[in-house]
């Protein structure tokens, strides 16, 4: 058995397991991860996130997040949102700036406080964006800032620009109208191309005015999601440096709006909401039904 909360950003909703108390072995997580995530057979998320005791000083508290297909991602936007409130909430920390370890590097999510004393929702310094294309990463030669190249994908031909916040992302400006790109056919066929080997994010993105722009998502291992706050954060930074947004906007997203800022001191900061949805206890044999499946 295990005790999860289940949080959601923006409609990005993840299952978290807080390891101070649940202890359990890192090399389940993936597994786990798998199990919770199925939204027939488990609980239903786009993912698992763990909080658990940093590594090396200097840190208040370590994040790892799981896609639903079980794959690590390095950070998640949306998640590190949730994970702050929860955190802050459950009293695991007792700050609102909180310094925490991902495999991004550095995430400082701050906690914003209404007048009696609520969590009215997080701000998180994500970071600087990476723009080189061994930082993404891409195949080929050690380029960037990759702003607009071009790769063929289901049949179709893709121009795009490649920004990591730690994690892999590309973004494809289009003017079309975004419900009607048939993102499940196009991106698994892009998240899996050759051209990224550690496979990558998808966005689509419509600018929509000097700080406005929308997008629709197709996660590396957890395919449509409702909102990719490291993929709002990878969509700003190229829509700025390719002269389509200023260096702050509104990111509307199916799930929601996200405010994005790449600010001066060459860090990217997202705001937004975090929000509780259940918790419960997992009690599926998921070990022994992995087990029997490999
Ligand atoms: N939903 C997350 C992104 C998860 C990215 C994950 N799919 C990956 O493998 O990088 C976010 O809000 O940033």
Redesign the pocket.
């Known amino acids: 058995m295990v005790r999860f909360t289940k949080m959601e950003?923006l409609g990005?909703d993840y299952i978290f397991i807080d390891n101070f108390a649940e202890r359990l072995p890192e090399e389940e997580f993936p597994v786990l991860a798998r199990a919770v995530s199925d939204r027939h057979f488990g609980v239903g998320a786009?993912?698992l996130i763990v909080i658990l005791p940093p590594t090396e000083p200097g840190f208040d508290l370590r994040f790892r997040?799981f896609?639903a297909d079980g794959?690590?991602?390095?950070?998640?936007?949306?998640?590190?949102r949730s994970f702050a409130r929860l955190a802050f909430e459950r009293g695991l920390v007792r700050k609102t700036r909180i310094r925490v370890q991902t495999l991004a590097g550095p995430v400082v999510p701050e906690i914003v406080l209404d007048e009696a004393g609520r969590v009215q929702g997080v701000r998180v310094d994500m970071g600087p964006p990476r723009l080189r294309s061994t930082e993404i990463p891409l195949t080929g030669p050690e380029r960037g800032p990759v702003l607009a190249e071009t790769v063929e994908a289901a049949g179709e031909s893709f121009t795009f620009a490649a920004v990591s916040?730690g994690?892999?992302h590309i973004v494809i400006f289009t003017d079309a109208d975004l419900d009607r790109i048939d993102l499940a056919h196009v991106g698994p066929a892009l998240e899996h191309h050759p051209l990224f080997p550690q496979?990558t994010?998808v966005h689509f993105v419509r600018p929509e005015g000097p700080g406005e722009l929308r997008m629709r998502?197709w996660?590396?291992?957890?395919g449509i999601?409702l909102?990719?706050?490291?993929?709002?954060?990878a969509a700003l930074v190229a829509a700025s440096l390719t002269g389509r947004s200023g260096r702050t906007a509104d990111v509307h997203l199916p799930g929601g709006t996200l405010r994005v800022e790449w600010a001066e001191d060459g860090h990217v900061y997202q705001t937004g909401p975090a929000n509780e949805v259940c918790r419960g206890e997992f009690t599926r044999d998921w070990r022994r039904e992995a087990a029997a499946r490999s």
Do not use: F
Request: charged share 20%; proline share 3%; hydrophobic share 20%.
């Open positions: 950003g990005n786009d993912g997040m896609n794959s690590e991602g390095e950070m998640c936007g949306n998640g590190m916040m994690n892999p496979r994010n998502t996660e590396r291992g957890s999601t909102a990719c706050g490291t993929g709002a954060c």
